[in-house]
């Protein structure tokens, strides 16, 4: 690792640091008028509540002195206040308004730093019930958006796709791939964490997460400096069920369905300044056979051969998660947290399919007619556990914070599978194989941040990373010999690989306000890559380091506290991992062959969105974005066909081989627009249109440029029959999308759900019901190439019905912010 040129970095970003601080202090100290400052948060879950309205009386005559509107972080400032005595408003839509009286500035003390300030929900009763705030489903923020699965009824029953079918901007397949404005290279976080398991297998992990579990799903589409610039397609964060209320609660959900069951159990503990928290969640996908009909035509000077596969499988998935945690408020200004997570997941399948092979001359007479059959058996499992640690400062200063951050996260997987192919007439096995592949992976981080207000409109923020990624991986094959009847390891598809990289990082960032009314943020991130790949047939590769420098800048501008308009760009970056890179081949289907390529290059994204949303009185929402997203050196799967095809000692024939290519340059321009509309507090409706259109211009000698449009379109509606009774219904379109070599499936998916509380809303069971009109949901793929084309046809097994119980339980307080500490807070609190 060349900690070198990282310490480098670091020192560079420090010594930025002292002149900022001076330049603070400075303006402090000849600061004359009065200010008062702090957060509002919500006091269930910790989050900040942002454009809470806050109003400043006198204390004897009750008359409006000043006003101010909240943050995107909830953080608030009222300045130039004179000496006095005031009283204090804090009011927000769906939360109890809270007075905080007392507030004295004068001569000795023209500083106010209130600590943060937490509203419960209007709808709530304190002491002994379970408190449940009411948010919107959609929350549209600065620099996220975020839906709260806490609302989603049809959802509970399901897993982590289920939620993301339905969040604007999010597109998932019928197989659990998702794209984000039409893109698949996404960084995915747990709490705001990387974790090794979305680097085997992304869908197995998101099909394995139950929706009970979730509490919100945050969207960042054009990631700030602040952010790893990994995943061109931008952030999805999932945020797991904690509480912060003082005292000891929990819940357990249950469900059970005839494609899904699912369980989960929190558990939270908070006395004082410390809290613990601890989960356990389980998922299990049952028995769903799938069919598959394929049509493959290949052609020569000469001849052509048709491969046509007839076929089924089976298959099974199932996995837990657990976790304990800590948060301790050390002191007023202090804070460290903790957590502590264990996963595992697994999936089998075995499957038949019947071949025949049929070769023609030019003139279409038949020269050989071939049919055989092979039989597949696939398992795959992991563990892993994960470990963070945050340490959190806040200074005297309001708004400048420091904190540290370290993960680490280590994950043990393995995968098997087994191949037997045999004619049919007479029955006799010719070709027969297993492999086992055993692997280790760690990923370690270590962060810095810190921020610093500079005078009253600017903010600066600076920080550093250092990411270390270790993977260890073996495959051993093994081929039958026919004449001996035994399976001999193959030295030739045979592979082990090490793989190490170090990511060095650092970034700037200010925000500031100009004109009194844009809000700007703009920033730089730079990240140095160093790797090494140890491949068994090639030996140790020493991959040509690189560095990225990856701005991003954001222009934003509320108009009359309802309306926002929000102009960004960002640029991002997608490293090849090593799954992509590793040169081992996959010949568990002899006729369709995969393998890795070590010399791909990173692709580089640059984005450009423009954002409008308005809210309005009636609890009325629109939100519409229209972005460029420009892809250079663009990574997506390649195949060509081989009549014939060696591996060692072996020979494959009519065979296609799928490897990773950088197939050119990708252009992408897109809509999107998402309304809801609540009628007579009864119905709410809710809809969301994506549209695409996406140039692909490849590089590749059977490339050239292609064209097509992609849309989405996404209607929900929720109905509140009485006051602890809804039902909701939602249906979803995935028009067909294409790829650098052919079009993948168009699909439908629709349910509706039916809930009902109960023991004082304690209680909870809800019916869901999806795709219910049809048993199967039939595909059709399309793959074209130099000399080859291919149609797969594919019936899977969708149609599901559930049953959710959900229990709340436990007794939740918070404390009265309008009593008790009010006359410690009418100066800035202790501490450095």
């Known amino acids: 690792m060349n900690y070198l040129n990282f310490f480098k970095r670091l020192i560079v970003f420090t010594l930025l640091l002292f002149p900022t601080t001076f330049y603070s202090q400075a303006q402090t100290a000849i600061r004359a008028t009065g200010k008062i400052s702090g957060r509002i948060v919500d006091a269930q879950t910790g989050d900040p509540i942002e454009y809470t309205t806050i109003r400043l009386f006198t204390q004897d005559k009750n008359k409006l002195v000043n006003g101010v509107i909240a943050d995107s972080k909830g953080t608030f400032k009222l300045n130039n206040v004179p000496d006095g005595k005031y009283k204090m408003e804090i009011d927000f839509l769906g939360y109890q308004k809270i007075e905080k009286s007392n507030v004295v500035l004068s001569k000795d003390n023209r500083s106010i730093v209130f600590d943060d300030i937490k509203l419960t929900s209007s709808q709530t009763t304190l002491q002994g019930v379970t408190i449940t705030a009411k948010k919107q489903l959609i929350e549209n923020k600065i620099d996220k958006m975020v839906y709260n699965t806490e609302r989603d009824v049809s959802s509970l029953s399901g897993v982590a796709t289920d939620v993301l079918k339905k969040v604007p901007q999010i ?23 990387p974790s090794v398991l979305f680097g085997s297998n992304i869908t197995d992990v998101l099909q394995s997460i139950p929706a009970s579990q979730i509490q919100n799903i945050e969207v960042i589409t054009s990631p700030g400096a602040k952010y790893d610039a990994e995943g061109t397609g931008g952030i999805i964060n999932i945020i797991l069920k904690k509480n ?31 809290g613990m928290h601890g989960f356990f969640s389980g998922n299990g996908q049952l028995l769903s056979t799938t069919k598959n009909n394929m049509d493959r035509t290949s052609m020569d000077a000469t001849t052509s051969s048709h491969l046509f596969q007839n076929g089924s499988s089976d298959f099974t998935r199932d996995g837990y998660q657990s976790g304990i945690g800590m948060d301790w408020d ?15 997941f697994e999936n089998k399948s075995t499957g038949s399919t019947n071949r025949q092979t049929l070769l023609q ?37 309001e708004g400048q914070d420091f904190e540290v951050l370290f993960s680490t996260s280590n994950g043990n997987k393995y995968s098997y599978y087994d191949q037997t192919q045999d004619y049919l007439m ?15 992976q760690n990923e370690t981080n270590l962060e810095v941040n810190y921020v610093q207000p500079l005078g009253k409109v600017f903010i600066l923020e600076t920080g550093a990373k250092l990411t270390h990624d270790k993977i260890n991986s073996t495959s051993d094959v093994y081929l039958l010999n026919t004449k001996t009847g035994d399976y001999d390891y193959s030295t030739t598809q045979s592979s082990l690989i090490n793989y190490n990289r170090d990511v060095y990082a650092g970034y700037l960032s200010i925000s500031f306000k100009l004109f009194k009314a844009l809000d700007i943020k703009t920033g730089l991130r730079d990240e140095y890559t160093e790797a090494q ?52 081949i996959d010949a568990s289907d002899p006729k369709n062959i995969s393998t890795g390529n070590p010399n791909l290059r990173p692709e580089i994204g640059d984005k450009l969105e423009l954002t409008y949303s308005r809210s309005f ?49 990708e252009d992408n321009y897109g809509l999107n627009l998402f309304a809801s509309y609540p009628i007579k507090d009864k119905l709410e409706i809710r809809g969301n249109v994506s549209v695409y259109d996406r140039y692909i211009h490849t590089g590749l000698s059977s490339g050239g440029d292609i064209h097509g449009v992609n849309y989405r379109a996404n209607m929900n509606a929720s109905y509140q029959v009485t006051s602890n009774m809804v039902v909701e219904a939602m249906g979803n379109f995935n028009s067909s999308r294409i790829n650098a070599q052919g079009k993948m499936p168009s699909f439908t998916f629709y349910n509706i759900a039916f809930r009902k509380q109960f023991l004082k809303k304690k209680a909870s069971f809800a019916l869901t019901a999806n795709n219910f009109f049809d048993k199967y949901l039939n595909q059709k793929t399309e793959l074209n190439g130099t000399n080859f084309a291919i149609v797969n046809y594919r019936q899977m097994q969708f149609r599901s019905f559930g049953f959710n119980f959900t229990y709340k339980f436990g007794k939740m307080e918070f404390k009265n912010e309008q009593k008790g500490n009010d006359n410690n807070m009418m100066g800035a609190p202790g501490g450095e």
């Open 171 to 193: 597109a998932v397949d019928i197989d659990g791939n998702v794209e984000l404005q039409g893109n698949s290279n996404i960084r995915f976080l747990i709490d705001g964490k």
């Open 244 to 274: 912060k209320a003082i005292g000891f609660n929990g819940n357990l959900s249950l469900s059970a369905g005839t494609r899904l069951e699912n369980g989960s159990l929190n558990l939270n503990m908070r006395h004082g300044s410390f």
């Open 330 to 344: 050390i002191t007023k200004r202090d804070n460290i947290a903790a957590t502590l997570n264990y996963n595992y």
């Open 361 to 397: 001359d030019e003139l279409g007479s038949p020269l050989s007619d071939i049919n055989d059959r092979i039989l597949t058996a696939n398992q795959f499992h992991q563990n892993s556990y994960d470990l963070g640690v945050t340490y959190k400062r806040k200074f005297k200063k």
């Open 426 to 440: 007479p029955l006799t096995i010719y070709n027969s194989s297993y492999a086992r592949n055993p692997g280790l």
């Open 533 to 584: 790949a140890d491949f068994l047939h090639t030996g140790l590769i020493n991959l040509k380091p690189s560095n990225s420098v990856v701005p991003s800048i954001v222009f934003s501008r509320t108009f009359k506290e309802t309306q926002n308009i929000k102009l960004s760009y960002s640029r991002r970056i997608q490293r090849p991992d090593y799954r992509d890179m590793n040169p081992f």
């Open 617 to 665: 009185n009636s609890g009325a929402n629109i939100n519409a974005t229209l972005f460029y997203r420009g892809n250079k050196d663009d990574i997506q799967s390649y195949t060509q066909f081989y009549p014939t095809y060696k591996i060692g000692d072996s020979t494959y024939t009519n065979v296609a081989i799928s490897t990773r290519e950088n197939i050119g340059r």
